[in-house]
């Protein structure tokens, strides 16, 4: 199995903070790998590292064998990366048309990717004139993982996408997730819903004070109670 994404080493400073300590660990291509840690592990850090809006001091990051840590975030995201924030960010002043036409490569949407988005996320053809501004946070959610997948990308970032979701929706996105891996997409996730992480991840990555403290299969984590708890403060069990 060949790795898509691959972190070597990687430090990263915000102000006089040493975030990232050197971060190392690989993402195999066409997997859902899923990045865990308890709060402020820096799992947002390392997205927003991968896709150049912080910097890294020190290390290496490669896309399917290609330097980028020196790149700038539009370059990154030309070389096919889609990235879906925490904040989800979307454009709340234009319509949920607009904002996916902006994703969409020259503005052009292809109308059968369209349509299978909306069999995820039928609200979003409901609203599709609507000021994105104007939508649920579950709907904005929906919007800003929509405007991420509109165009095929080699490798999807995404940062907890379920938080404070309802489970309708929830259930939506993991149905999203697990189609977009059987059309062989690359998917970085960071996600605190241990339930959900079970269901959706192949292997795992868990942080801890800037460092990788754990790496290896979903289902072995999952199985192993133990474990979670030394690594996370609690169970997998626990929380479905």
Known sequence: MSNLLTLEGVHTNIGRYHILQGVDFAVPQAQTTML?????????????TIMGLWSASQGTITLAGQRIDALATPDIARLGIGYVPESMAVFSDLTVKENLVLAARDGEIDTARLDWIFGFFPALRKFWLSRAGSLSGGQKQMLSIARAIIEQRKLLLIDEPTKGLAPAIIGALIECFAELK?????????????HVAQQIGDSVVVMDNGTIVHAGSMAALAADVPLQERLLGLSLESHQ
Request: proline share 0%.
């Open 36 to 48: 865990l840690g308890r709060n402020g592990a820096g799992k947002t850090t390392t997205l927003r």
């Open 182 to 194: 059987r059309g062989g997409a690359t998917i970085l996730l960071v996600e605190q819903n241990f």
